[in-house]
Every structure is written in structure tokens, then in C-alpha cells.
């Protein structure tokens, strides 16, 4: 395992690794590009410079083909061949780290306690990495009317502008961030992250066009620290700057609440 970190001008050079022989390969994105960019066309600008930091984890074939066989049906199909002895790995597997729980166990690998053998420690955080990457996800049978979830989407409709409401959600429906989140997209047909942004952007629409409230505390009162943030959000689900949308909204306000 090491870490690489390098500047670029180009977003997507930081997938080109050259290939590593005879290894599995697991490359984690742990930053996004600029975060005024965190969707970018492959264009090359002078002027803007992007940090790119990844965790690359490296396993000998027949080491991670050991790890996979026990629950050979569960893994990726993708990785199925690789399992089974039919073809090597695909390729090098590059992945933004974007799961809280994965996010703790990189965290952990590069800030690691002190504990009394670092040798087991990282094989068992290296163990953790394989069963989060390798592996599809339970299903989750989640009902639409479930008294938990409903709990859960009102906190998030009266907790718009804390920064903290996304973790808060899990604790509502009594479940770990990563069932959250399943449960979200079974019942809503979206992530959690999603749905607050939905919700925050429904509710900036209505302040725009209701109240004489600057862009700026609207962007405060539905969670946005960062004003450029919330008005390229903004523009890129209603196809105008928050100020545009003021002078010209392009829905009524009824349009707006959440149905």
C-alpha cells in the first residue's frame, strides 16, 4: 500500500497508471478534483491545477483470489472470470472513495493507532478493503410507507442548514450509513446525499421568489457555506443563476414543495 499524490491540469490524468505486472491493483480516489469542479470535461486549463490523492493498494492474484473464493457468488461480476481461474484481474480497478464507512477504513490506513503489530493490522484493514470493493450489496427490502423512513425524510425537510444532518439520518432510522443509504435507494430511487440536495435546492427556489432574502442567506439557510458552491448547484439543476432564476423563475412556488 502507498500513497501518490501529483498536480495535474487535466481531471482524468489521474487515471492513467501505468500498469503494474503480476498485481492486483486497487487505486482510491480519496479527493475529488477542485471542489469548483467536481464534474469536469477532459479539457486542459492553464489556469486551473488540480490535486489528486489516491491509496494504492497492491495484493499478489492468488492472494485476493483466496480472499474471493469463500463467497465466490457475492463477488462482482466482473470479477467472477478472475475468480474462478478464467482470465486475470480486468484491470487496474480505480475508485472514488465516497462510501463514510470505506472513507474510516482509508482513513485508518493512513493515520494508523498505535497498535502492537502494524503487520496485522493492515492485513486486516487491507481484509476490509477487499470486502467493501469486491463484493455486490445485499439487497434491502425497504417498504415505502415504513414509519422510519418517514421519521427520517421530516428531519431532513425541518434540518436543512445543519452540515451534520446527513449523518443524523442514519441515527433516525436506527441503521448504519451504509444500510441508509440502501434503504434510500430502494425506497426513494436516490442516495440520501440526493434527496437533501434536492430538498435544499426546491427550498432555495422558494426563498429566491418569496422573500427579498440576499442569495447569500439563502444560501446559508439551506446548508450552503460556500456561495459559488450552491450557485453552480443551483444552475445546473435549474438551468439559471440563483439571481437569473429571481428575476425570471422558470416554476410557481406550488411546483416547488416536495411531493
Known sequence: MYERRFYSDDPLATQEFDGATDWAEFVLSLRPPDPEHLTCPRTLRSDVRYLHHHLIVRLAPEYLRSLLAPEAGRV??????????????????????????????????????????????????????VAFLCFAEPEVVAAHDDARLRTALEYLQSHLSEPDALQKVSERL???????????????????????????????????VSTNLSVSEIALEVGYLSLSHFSRVFRERYGKTPRAFRQSPTLSVEEFQVK
Not at 467472477?80 to 482513513?107: D, H, I, K, R
Not at 440502501?182 to 426546491?202: I, K, N, Q
Open 174 to 208: 436506527c441503521v448504519s450509513p451504509r444500510q441508509c443509504q440502501r434503504l434510500f435507494r430502494v425506497a426513494m430511487g436516490c442516495s440520501p446525499s440526493e434527496y437533501l440536495t434536492e430538498l435544499r435546492l426546491r427550498r432555495a427556489a422558494t426563498l429566491l
Open 76 to 129: 462482482l461480476v466482473e470479477l467472477q472470470p478472475f475468480v474462478t481461474g478464467a482470465s486475470e484481474l480486468p484491470q487496474t480497478l480505480y475508485l472514488l472513495v465516497s462510501n463514510p464507512l470505506l472513507q474510516g477504513v482509508v482513513e485508518s490506513l493512513l493515520t494508523p493507532p498505535p497498535v502492537g503489530s502494524l503487520r496485522l493490522f493492515y492485513e486486516g484493514k487491507l481484509r476490509e478493503l
